[in-house]
């Protein structure tokens, strides 16, 4: 072992260089290079030589030599909104550990709004760092020339937004996440659907929404007025407090978990029994929806998944910049639980009962 040692001038152990590497295995510094950015143009024999000399010294090659060495930062970029909602969590920590698998290292950028702009600068600030690719996590209208010109330079996918011409998508059809929901309820039953929507610059709700409207005109029922919330359960609370109060409203779809959970809240505190007035469903599947009281029904979204279908595009143009872009839509899944329930009629028949 003390063979190996390497000491500064003050006589403390220093870290292995490539020089130190290149010594011990008796080769070059440059074959050295070779060999650690997988240059083929490297004799077997030498190659294991110098591997078993990396191991024994323990070198590691820093992110500047290896860019250096190779042209390779092994990096990529991940654009996200600034938002604490659980969905775009879920997605960021999915793509961080399907690059990690790779071998590759992530940055994150903020768009300090859904702007194409904004988006357009956290592209623009990865691409200073010389990332490989980029994922944008930015379900919201992103088809502008800033956002075109970037995807040209640096190959990128899209996590449920809108493709460009340069990028790829990988994405859930949020449309048939709205028609699901709502049939599930109308097959309970139920004489129409209320919603409550996500903010409208979001791909996500306007999808869903589309998707409500479709199976409620499919049915022949007329579609009660939209409710808006911004993804928070406090915008759900509100919501529910407006469905509460109405007698007739026996059903609703609500665009994520989280506003379901404050929408149950709302109607908790106002007497309506959830499900047995009201039926609630719900998206995402979050790890507290089987918890909520009563156990929440949702539309599965398969974070996971979509994070490392997204990874496995953006590799495959790194690999091949000039395939032309594709895109993969993944199927949601309705999980029923305890907060729906079928039709009784009892709701409707006794309105003079409900809160006003």
């Known amino acids: 072992m003390s063979n190996t040692r390497r000491l500064d001038a003050t006589g403390r152990e220093r870290t292995p260089s490539m020089a130190d590497v290149a010594a011990h295995a008796a080769v070059s510094a440059q074959t050295v290079s070779r060999v650690l950015s997988g240059h083929p143009n490297v004799q077997p024999a030498t190659r294991a030589r110098v591997l078993a000399s990396v191991d024994v010294l323990g070198y590691r090659m820093n992110s500047a030599a290896r860019a250096l060495s190779s042209g390779r930062t092994r990096t990529i970029g991940v654009v996200v909104l600034p938002t604490i909602d659980y969905s775009g969590s879920a997605v960021t920590h999915g793509v961080e550990s399907a690059a990690r698998r790779a071998g590759y290292a992530v940055n994150i950028s903020t768009a300090s709004s859904p702007d194409p702009a904004a988006i357009a600068a956290a592209m623009t600030r990865l691409e200073q760092q010389s990332v490989e690719g980029i994922v944008l996590v930015v379900p919201v209208p992103t088809g502008t020339d800033a956002v075109e010109a970037i995807a040209r330079r640096i190959p990128t996918v899209t996590i449920d937004g809108s493709r460009t ?25 139920h004489p129409t659907v209320w919603h409550v929507a996500g903010p409208d610059e979001w791909l996500d709700s306007t999808g869903r929404t ?25 915008s759900g609370y509100q919501a ?117």
């Open 165 to 189: 011409d340069s990028s790829e998508v990988v994405a859930i059809d949020q449309f048939e996440v709205g028609r699901l929901a709502t049939e599930h309820l109308l097959e309970l039953g």
């Open 210 to 234: 589309a998707g409500w409207r479709s199976a409620l005109d499919a049915a022949g029922r007329d579609a009660p007025p939209l409710l808006h919330g911004d993804w928070s359960p406090e």
């Open 240 to 356: 529910g407090l407006l469905l509460g109060r109405i007698p007739e409203a026996t059903a609703v779809f609500v665009a994520s978990d989280e506003m379901a959970f404050g929408v149950i809240r709302a109607l908790h505190e106002l007497g309506r029994r959830v499900p047995e007035d009201l039926s609630v469903v719900g998206v995402d599947d979050i790890a507290l929806a089987a918890y909520c009281s009563p156990a929440l029904t949702t539309v599965a979204q398969p974070f996971g998944e979509i994070a490392a279908l997204a990874v496995e595009h953006l590799l495959r143009r790194i690999d091949d910049p000039t395939a032309a872009p594709t895109s993969t839509d993944v199927a949601a899944q309705l999980v029923v639980r305890a907060s729906t329930a079928r039709y009784s009629g009892a709701a409707a028949e006794a309105g003079e009962s409900a809160p006003r």
